[in-house]
């Protein structure tokens, strides 16, 4: 494959003050004038970060927040999306999502392609109308999906640690891998991606012009590009030709979105995200959002490969590069510590399936943690899920009860652990919001993330402490063998000089043959121990 040559070659028309060449100047138009973004206010504007914080990000925070509008309505952002994979929050009404504070939804292009179909929903009049929701929507490219399901790269594209993973037979994993006991599911070449339905084994293409087909008959407001996603542990050639597919596929995907723009008269306009890949490398990131960037797209994904301990930076990298006037969506991320650091480094939305999937294993979101509900000392716990919540959940309904709910297996078990889910991940993000817009953001993150993860840091702590202390004790031991060993010694030391004394007294009195033979029998020691002790000694 030409590609990562061809890479190279182009590499050259992106960066600054090549010979012969323009530096490209970044789009900042709206294809359309329902779909736009108003940026509010600054992060660092209202907020005087410390240099210490500003250290600890690695560089200055992009966070700010702004108005998406849409033909659907309008999202204040920074704003928590909760996924609705098949055109539904699982067990949640749209009015209750509604009722909880959410502004938009997203919902799945791989999914709704394979059930009930994309004419469906186009028929329906859109994804929106189709599942009762007159909000903003959002749909990923499938993509993802495409990739993912079913070849086993899920569970190493989640954010973990990967350093030094190997596959079943002891190799580092490389580009060829799926996970032991999975057949590859998706052939990707420079044209599209042949994967199998995880449903029924069926063979489907996807290509970017399918996908753009497919996310315009579905009708949502944002849509994104179709991408080829790679894992951490692909090469770095292999991350080369994958971006390079990307960005040949987001020019097509630009191009059948506006055929098919001008084609749907009368639809409400869909507003189409550029994806950004690049994987750990800083320069391929950088690049992809030189190259996107540049592009008519109404916004940009963050997607793709990231460990949790480089979000961040990654995030920042992008946010960096990206024009300040397009909203930027993090593409599935999971936990609160998370949201906050996509929001300091500048991502407007957020989507995430962890609400809803961590509520129907009876896990629950509170100020102090996560906990969950099936723990013996809630069954006849009368008080909310916590005190202050105010969730159709907690307003009106026990922990005694959902633990009832859930040890009976009860449906409705899942519906009310998601609503007050979905209810504090919505509410922890509007209150991000909140406080960037009255400056108080990082009081606000510090008090937030230092009570939810007080449990965690307090065992932390308990842990360090308990090792302190065995340590001091064994110190302790130490230095006692130390000080008996050195009084041994010091006894046998006088032992010695006093039985010299008396040997030299005999000698001067004329002494006698049989007494200094006697003394010469004498054991080295006498009671005392002179083995040198050592630090693990008990
Ligand atoms: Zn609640």
Sequence with gaps: MKLSLALKERD????PHSPGRLVPVLNTEFSDSTFSFELGNRLTDTAQPTG?????????????TGVIHTPHGDIATPAFTPVGTKATVKAVLPEAMKDLGAQALLANAYHLYLQPGPDVLDAAGGLGKFMNWDGPTFTDSG???VMSLGSGFKKVID???VAGATGADGRPIGDDDVAVGKERMAHVDDDGVNFKSHINGDIHRFTPEVSMQVQHQIGADIMFAFDELTTLYNSRAYQEEALERTRLWALRCIAEHQRLTAERVGKPYQALFGVIQGAQYEDLRRKACRDLGAMPFDGFGLGGALEKENLGTIVRWCNEELPESKPRHLLGISEPDDIFTGIENGVDTFDCVSPTRVARNA???TPDGRFNLTNARYRTDFSPIFEGCDCYTCTHYTRAYLHHLFKADERLSATLASIHNERFIVKMVDDARTAID???YFDYRDEFLGKYYAKKVAQQKAQEEAAARKAAKDAERAAAAQARWEANMKAKAES????AAEKSARGQEGGAD?????ESNQPETDQADTTKPTSDEK
């Design 12 to 15: 050259h028309s992106v960066l």
């Design 52 to 64: 210490k914080q500003v250290e600890a990000n690695g560089g200055a925070f992009q966070g700010r």
């Design 143 to 145: 993509g993802f999906q």
């Design 159 to 161: 954010m973990g640690t």
């Design 363 to 365: 896990a629950v979101y």
């Design 438 to 440: 009255s400056g108080e």
């Design 496 to 499: 010695e000089a006093r039985r």
């Design 514 to 518: 049989a007494s200094a033979q006697a």
